[in-house]
Nanobody, 122 residues
Framework: QLQASGGGLVQAGGSLRLSCAASGFTLGDYAIGWFRQAPGKEREGVSCISRSDGSTYYADSVKGRFTISSDNAKNTVYLQMNGLKPEDTAVYYC?????????????????WGQGTLVTVSS
């Protein structure tokens, strides 16, 4: 099970940290991704962690502003979001997959948490 949290309302330029806590399995054995879906738009990949070596990857739209990290002791993955923009407004999801090494494509992931809403006001 994946439990995402940390969403909320923030002004442009502000920061939020999303958390995704895993239970029943070890996150380190999986590729981990953060995704988002804005109203009327398709779900898109934001960031991911490779299950092979822990390398991190980011969508161009968030590079330099967002940071993905994981805490193996807490079995939790985080998404630190700085310099938020109104266009970052979306429901954010975490997902894992044991087959893919890493991917920013939503279809590559099997297990999904519930979303957490991030709203950035201008």
């Amino acid at each position: 099970q994946l439990q995402a949290s940390g969403g909320g309302l923030v002004q442009a330029g502000g920061s939020l940290r999303l958390s995704c806590a895993a239970s029943g399995f070890t996150l380190g054995d999986y590729a981990i991704g953060w995704f988002r879906q804005a109203p009327g738009k398709e779900r898109e990949g934001v960031s991911c962690i490779s299950r092979s070596d822990g390398s991190t990857y980011y969508a161009d739209s968030v590079k330099g502003r967002f940071t993905i990290s994981s805490d193996n002791a807490k079995n939790t993955v985080y998404l630190q979001m700085n310099g938020l923009k109104p266009e970052d407004t979306a429901v954010y999801y975490c997902a894992v997959d044991r087959t893919v090494v890493f991917a920013l494509e939503p279809y590559a992931y099997t297990y999904w948490g519930q979303g957490t809403l991030v709203t950035v006001s201008s």
